[in-house]
């Protein structure tokens, strides 16, 4: 069997604030394979998008282990783990995180110019990202041009342009209404039928349906891990 | 009232959580009010001094006008005795006129023998003026008859004798006659001659032999008051008419015309060129300030675009939402103003120095500068912070509410032209500066002509009286100079009527050429011993010095300079060639060159043109007592001075001991106002850097605080901090190269006010300005490097987070 791509063991994140500890996460054991769709859910402050953070190389753990495509994150410089998270991990957020400044093509090229692409390379595959989320005739407009779906499109776009080992999507759908946000769920699905990885963090269940794999957070720890219409108790 | 109190107490606190903003504020305002009080409180006391008359405006300057331009390079000729007395005949303007003109009278029976300059004046030039004395009274038409008197100088009674009011009536002894003080002038009035300011002031008698004599030996100011139905434009009209009527009258005198100036201008006019480049530097400091302050309560403004929202949705009026803003730019104020106050006490303590000691009395802080530099400063922080905040309460609420903690909606293209001005502005005042200096340093390293190191020197005034006869004095003057050319640690002595820079008067007469009566030129004329030369260490170039049988009551035997050789005899050796001398009425005689000496800048160090000069072979001018001494030591030539004080007091116990000096020291006098300049402009310059830095330091960590959310993002895509800082860095220096572009062209365009000041340097010289461009710029990256640090540091996780 190969390596996942994610793995965690024991990990832990301790918040301390005016001598108060909160643990964040706590004994969190988590593989990811390739290709795989995996989504997160809790209620809000289980630890959800902290555990996120630390997947997409924002954040640190307190202790255990992470390991992501077979080499360890623990004592990254943060030269390193901008790299890495360059070229390994595409972000989508909920409320879409465009840089207002720049237009749709330059927030799609933005993480190729970090790698120091060539300016030719980057529109090609600029343009062919932005055709796969179907905003390519957007490509000039600045981002409050668009709405809030089409802003999201972009930022899968964006997410994707890099090639990433793995999506990390911070409740996709969170700012939008119904129907965009089912858009955009097809378009992640989409995405994982034809290879990508996912791990996205949602509380809404319509949306975890369409993981392999569904992981319930509670107090930071890790409570039950749904696979697709099937629940296992750890 | 009570609500209003508790405003400021927000903003007071608001002020305090900000300490950034705060304090950048309060040094910007602290900076531009005390810097610019402080600066202009100098200007005003050394450039600006009103004149301390009645209705001034009212008051003219008589000159001789050079209409044919035979005495280049001086604006305003004196008048000669006859001239005067036929423009007060003849005049229909003026409702008075008077004259001046400057001597020296030696004080005895009160110790030592002192030697003092004076100014002879017409019994009716203290009521030309509208001067009254507020003790005794001014000199009058009946003294001019009467027995002698005298009126001291504020300064001088004050100095020498204590403020005593009882000298009034009492008789003091001037040149050896008794003389009676009648009064004292106020403390205002300066007495300025050329030679600077005057003691005391005696009745200026003309003798029959003046009256009657050359209208070329003219040394008299003139001044007048006009008629009240007269304007200035009649009165020259009529004076040309006057001028052209004395011409007819005296052929001698064809060329020489009447014209009058307002006073101040006579005064203070060629110090225009320098007023009006400090006044620009300052006007640029003030600037520069108020566009700091502008960006700063932009910024703030911006931030709280969305409190402003909030406090309308609550039910506040549109007035109330702004009240937060007046009150933050109150505080700021009138906090900045108090600290301007402090530094600018400070800083006149610090350019006191630059103050002349004769003027340091009427330095103070000027009032006036500081209420106009804070009222600029406070309506610049008051408008900027009010503006933004005034507009936004034309904007909907909701979108406010909504896009307020995104900060979006604010103008950073308003703030990024403050802050490329401000770059700009300094810029310009540093290249200005670097002209300045660049200029002292070429002054310093002037070719002037002669040595001024271990050189001694002193003016040496017999008295007429006690000396009557010109050979008699004439012998004094050699024994002296002799005595002293014996002395031990002396190389050699000599005398000169006129030292080159120190004793900086016009004196020169026309020649021309025998049969060629066509070519005619003026030269300065110098009076001076056998030694002169080789004591000044002035190059003979062709022919020979002077020797003692050049020395007799009618010399005619002459060296000219290499000026006016090459004017006169161009490719051609001029020893041997003779020329007819004249004075301005006519009247002169024929000289033979039998030397040509290097040239000298007579005039001062950066004077260099109209340098032709004769020599004559005298100790002195024949009807004058006075001439100069120079002494060239092989030692410390202060170590001297007892010695030649002991050689003086033996020559003649009531000779008065003059001030003795160093060649060196008049030499730095002389550059003393270019000092000044370099030193005012160079504070002014320091000051836009630290403002401009402190600008761009304070849109840029604005900026990096705005745009924490889209850092984030673009670390979360992969940005790594060095490239984040790079960014930042970058956009900082886009800025300060925008400026620097501007300020380039604006210097080029500012260069001409400096242009008149600056000696053998161009104000757009390309290596000032590439230096300017260097610091700026290096401030500028300083500036940028600071939030560019902080931006890197964020924590992509906690920027993300906030939002």
Known sequence: MSHPLIHLESLKKVFTTDEIETHALVEVHLDIQRGEFVSIAGPSGCGKSTLLSILGLLDTPTSGTYILNDAPAAGLKLKDRARIRNREIGFIFQSFNLIGDLTVFENVELPLVYRGMPAKERRTRSMEVLEEVGMSHRAKHLPSQLSGGQQQRVAVARALAGRPSILLADEPTGNLDSSNGEAVMELLKGLHQRGSTICMVTHDTRFTKAADRTIHLFDGRIVSEEEARKQHVP | MKALLHQF????????????????????????????????????????????????????????????????????????????????????????????????????????????????????????????????????????????????????????????????????????????????????????????????????????????????????????????????????????????????????????????????????????????????????????????????????????????????????????????FLADALIISLVGACLGLWLASLGSDLLRPLVPAELLSAYRLDLGVLAFSFAVSVLAALICGLAPAFLFTHRALSSQLQEGAKGTGHRPWIRSSLVSLQVALAL???????????????????????????????????????????????????????????????????????????????????????????????????????????????????????????????????????????????????????????????????????????????????ITANLETIYWPMYHFADAAATNVIVRTTGKPMALVSAVREILRRVDPDLPIPQMRTLEDHLESAMAGTRTQATLLGMMAAIALLLSGSGIFGVMAFSVAQRSREIGIRMALGGSPQRVARDITRQGMLLAALGLGVGILASVLLGRFLASLLYEVSPTDPFIIAVAVMVLGSVSLLASLVPARRAARLDPNQALRNE
């Not at chain 2, 009946?142 to 009034?168: C, M, N, Y």
């Not at chain 2, 002459?558 to 050796?573: C, M, T």
């Open chain 2, 9 to 324: 107490k927000a903003s007071f606190r608001g002020l305090l959580r900000t300490p950034s903003f705060t304090l950048v504020a309060l040094l910007t305002l602290a900076l531009a009010i005390g810097a610019n009080t402080a600066v202009f409180s100098v200007i005003k006391v050394v450039f600006l001094r009103p004149l301390p008359f009645a209705e001034p405006n009212r008051l003219v300057a008589l000159y001789t006008s050079d209409l044919e331009k035979r005495l280049p390079g001086i604006r305003y000729i004196p008048a000669s005795v006859p001239h005067y007395l036929d423009w007060k005949a003849r005049q229909q303007s003026f409702s008075s006129m008077a004259a001046s003109r400057p001597g020296a009278v030696t004080l005895t029976g009160q110790g030592d023998p002192e030697r003092f300059s004076s100014m002879e004046v017409t019994g009716d030039w203290g009521s030309t003026l509208g001067l009254r004395a507020p003790l005794g009274r001014l000199i009058g038409p009946q003294d001019e008859r009467d027995s002698p008197v005298t009126v001291l100088s504020h300064g001088f009674w004050k100095r020498r004798f204590g403020g005593d009011a009882r000298i009034i009536g009492r008789s003091i002894v001037l040149n050896g006659q008794s003389t009676t003080v009648v009064g004292i002038l106020p403390a205002n009035v300066a007495l300025k001659t050329l030679r600077g300011e005057a003691d005391l002031l005696t009745p200026l008698v003309f003798t029959p032999a003046e009256i009657q004599g050359s209208r070329g030996i003219a040394r008299m100011d003139v001044v007048a008051r006009l008629k009240p139905n007269v304007n200035l434009a009649q009165a020259r009209q009529s004076l040309e008419g006057i001028g052209r009527q004395l011409q007819a009258d005296y052929p001698q005198t064809q060329g020489l015309g009447v014209d009058a100036v307002p006073l101040w201008e006579f005064h203070y006019g060629e110090q225009r060129p320098l007023l009006a480049m400090l006044l620009l530097a300052g006007t640029l400091i003030l600037a520069i300030a108020c566009a700091n302050v502008a960006n700063l309560m932009l910024s703030r403004a911006t931030i709280r675009q969305r409190e402003t929202a909030l406090r309308r949705a609550l039910g506040g009026s549109r007035l109330q939402s702004l009240a937060p």
């Open chain 2, 428 to 606: 310009a005042l540093s290249v200005g500066f670097g002209a300045i200096w660049s200029s002292l340093q070429k002054l310093q390293r002037a070719p002037i002509g002669f040595s001024t190191e271990r050189a001694l020197t002193f003016p040496l005034r017999l008295n007429p009286r006690k000396h009557p006869v010109p050979d008699q004095r004439e012998r004094i003057v050699q024994g002296i100079v002799e005595e002293l050319s014996g002395l031990s640690g002396v190389q050699s002595a000599g005398t000169i009527n006129l030292r080159p820079i120190v004793d900086n008067v016009p004196f020169g007469r026309s020649f021309s050429l025998p049969g060629r009566e066509q070519l005619s030129a003026t030269a300065s004329l110098r009076m001076v011993s056998p030694r002169y030369f080789e004591t000044m260490n002035i190059k003979v170039l062709k022919g020979r010095n002077f020797t003692f049988a050049d020395y007799g009551p009618n010399p005619t035997s002459v060296v000219i300079n290499k000026s006016l050789a090459d004017l006169f005899w161009p490719g051609e050796d001029p020893i041997g060639k003779q020329f007819n001398h004249n004075w301005m009425d006519g009247t002169g005689g024929q000289m033979t060159i039998v030397g040509v000496v290097a040239n000298v800048r007579l005039q001062g160090p950066a």
